[in-house]
């Protein structure tokens, strides 16, 4: 069978083959702790999931507008509002299957051959690809370690050609957890509209956020004057444990979300509507949304927390981005590459296959020398994994000494 060249690049998604393999190893009876997979182990809460199954009892299983039911739209826009402190237009809310749908239509409604996007690195593992398909040239930037990987200026700078389009990034961060103060983000927002590059902001982990506002900081607290051409990303899936509900939304000018609605109207049409009617009870009662996002959050800290102190017992020799966001610790492995291991990808399925933890490696997200846990597990679970981790990472740190 003879493929057509825009797949000719294409990798499979890298944190979904690991908890794929994860789930196959426990399906065949192995004692497998998977760390591997982005999603909070919360259910959606009672009053959000019956809101769904009510849509459907009502009858809203039928097609709705490509770009989300007006409803919600509005609730978004408004919810948004509060965070901008200026009214936010629906009209620029497009509601997708999940945070990755509109990533994908915005990557290609706006880029095309012969442009360069910058992908903030490390990147989430479908950043590279979803530009790569758009047939635009993805351009990994990567900031120092002592800020934590994150971009400034002169880092975006120094990668700049005539060619550069766009700058894709997040915060929270997928995979560091990472955080941008907003000082940080006006100056990369400041260097954007200078060289008319279009700022998409991965916002999704917003609302998992350990600093003392309720949500991480955004684009949208930003001056609006200061903003050039952007979209913003963000759903329902992280932050009221909705996942398989598969609720995303992008915001930008009217403008760009017409463009991206007619794309997706070629595509995929319309999210489930049972799904976009869950999401308007969430986005329309902001009160009881954000109690349901405080009390995940308590619990996302208090992991966080212990991770970051069972590091320190167990393995306090491995350097690790301190997450400030999120639910992922992004740790260094190359403290025991040697004679037994050359890369992640060598570390992490030495862990997997010998004590039964799944990790993603840092080829995912273009650095073989860390590796990536996900901490939305329970407490014990979480003891358990790093115990396990140290039967392999210990000797191997030992042995390179």
């Not at 919600?72 to 009209?91: C, F, N, Q, T, V």
């Not at 945070?99 to 880029?111: D, H, V």
């Not at 993603?360 to 860390?370: H, K, L, N, Q, W």
């Amino acid at each position: 069978m003879r493929f057509s060249s825009n797949i000719a690049q294409l990798r499979p998604s890298a944190t979904i083959a690991v908890s794929t393999l994860a789930k196959r190893l426990k399906a065949e009876g192995r004692d497998i702790i998977d760390l591997s997979a982005g999603e909070p182990d919360f259910d959606t809460p009672d009053w959000i999931a019956e809101a769904g199954v009510q849509a459907i009892r009502d009858g809203h299983t039928r097609y709705t507008p490509a770009a989300g039911i007006p409803e919600l739209r509005r609730a978004i826009a408004a919810y948004h509002s509060a965070e901008a402190g200026r009214s936010l237009d629906a009209e620029g809310v497009v509601v997708g299957a999940g945070a990755k749908q509109p990533l994908f239509n915005a990557c290609f409604t706006l880029f095309g051959p012969g442009d360069e996007v910058l992908v903030a690195e490390p990147y989430w593992t479908s950043y590279p690809e979803m530009v790569t398909l758009a047939r635009a040239t993805p351009v990994p930037v990567r900031g120092s370690e002592a800020r934590d990987l994150k971009l400034t200026p002169e880092d975006l700078e120094r990668v700049r050609t005539p060619a550069t389009r766009g700058l894709l990034f997040s915060s929270p961060s997928n995979p560091s957890g990472a955080v941008y103060t907003l000082d940080e983000l006006a100056a990369v927002a400041d260097w954007a509209r200078a060289h008319d590059v279009v700022l998409l902001a991965d916002e999704i982990y917003q609302r998992i956020y350990f600093g003392d506002a309720d949500r991480a900081p955004g684009l949208l607290a930003l001056d609006a004057g200061t903003l050039g051409p952007h979209v913003i990303f963000n759903g329902a899936s992280k932050a009221v444990a909705m996942t398989g509900w598969r609720i995303g939304y992008s915001l930008s000018d009217v403008d760009v979300a017409r463009q991206i609605t007619a794309f997706q109207s070629h595509t995929t049409s319309n999210a489930a509507s049972p799904s976009q009617y869950a999401a308007l009870a969430a986005y329309s009662d902001p009160p009881r949304m954000n109690a349901a996002v405080a009390d995940m959050g308590v619990a996302f800290r208090r992991r966080r927390d212990l991770v970051v102190a069972r590091m320190a017992e167990r393995l306090p020799a491995i350097p690790y981005v301190r997450p400030e966001g999120a639910f992922y610790l992004y740790f260094r492995v190359d403290g025991v590459f040697g004679d037994r291991f050359t890369s992640a990808s060598d570390v992490c399925t030495a862990v997997l296959e010998e004590v039964g933890v799944a990790l993603v490696p840092g080829e995912a997200f273009g650095d073989p020398t860390y590796a990536r846990m996900s901490y939305a597990t329970s407490d014990a679970v979480l003891e358990e994994a790093i115990d396990r981790m140290a039967r392999v990472l210990g000797p191997a740190l030992a042995a390179v000494r």
